[in-house]
């Protein structure tokens, strides 16, 4: 199945956007393409086509440029209209992604016949400290019980997201709750999906504190992944070096090699 790939981006994000470009190029998954959308002005504009030049010609990468002072469900609505493929992925411009990310997704989106995919963890990257948890959303109550922003689903199907600033993925996510659509939930991959904190996110710094401190795994779950998590992170290009893994309970240094 196609699966479009769908980043919105905005000034002042470049360095990311070239991060999220490379982990789309990495994927495993090979029918897939990447709409990249903006809202910025002519020089932002040149600035992002100059970018997508730099990758190669397949799979491919189309930039699209739309009208300005849009809020962000907005902005993920044109892209949605947009895309071609038969399932749509959120790939926001400032996170990172596993190569097996879209793979892993799929597979369980056809396994259970389901409509929509969503990751029931994921891991939480605080840049500047070299800290990450391993966030886990299966704490939160059912239904709600995965990580929203990391959608995967059957474009024909998709609800409109609320003209929201922040926050629309929850709109769209009940949305889809309500419309009776069946919802899958991938466990206990929270590595192929990185959400990073990087100091110029829609939501504070607190925010990001706040679910890490709740949702973090503990330091037994956490040292049961331990291989595996240093695997994984390993096939990251780049990579994150030595880091500081939080568990609900304390901390320990991971060293990859």
């Given amino acids: 199945m196609h699966i479009t790939c769908i980043t919105i981006t905005r000034p002042g994000r470049l360095p990311l956007l070239r991060l999220a470009i490379h982990d789309f190029m990495r994927q495993t998954h090979t029918e897939r393409d990447l709409l990249v959308l903006h809202d910025g002005d002519d020089s932002f504009d040149a600035a992002v086509r100059a970018l997508v030049a730099q990758a190669p010609a397949d799979p491919a990468v189309r930039v699209l440029r739309v009208p300005g002072q849009q809020t962000l469900g907005a902005l993920r609505n044109g892209a949605t209209e947009l895309a071609t ?57 059912y239904p709600l019980d995965f990580v929203q922003g990391s959608l995967l689903g059957r474009r024909a199907l998709m609800p409109v997201y609320p003209a929201l600033a922040r926050g629309e993925d929850t709109s769209l996510c009940l949305s889809i709750l309500h419309a009776g659509h069946r919802v899958t939930r991938l466990r206990d991959h929270g590595w192929c999906y990185v959400y990073v904190f990087h100091g110029g996110n829609v939501w504070t710094e607190q925010h990001h ?17 331990m291989r595996t998590l240093r695997e994984r992170l390993a096939e990251y290009e780049p990579g994150f070096g030595p880091v500081a ?7 320990m240094t991971l060293t990859l090699t």
């Fill in 85 to 141: 493929g038969d399932l749509v992925c959120q790939w926001d411009d400032d996170d990172r992604y596993h190569p097996m990310r879209l793979e892993l997704q799929l597979r369980a989106l056809q396994a259970d016949n389901a409509d929509f995919c969503f990751l029931a963890d994921q891991l939480h990257w605080f840049a500047a400290a070299a800290e990450m948890s391993w966030d886990d959303w299966s704490r939160e109550p």
């Fill in 209 to 225: 504190h706040d679910i890490a401190r709740a949702k973090a795994l503990s330091g037994a779950r956490l040292l049961a992944r």
């Fill in 245 to 251: 893994l939080r568990h609900r309970n304390g901390s």
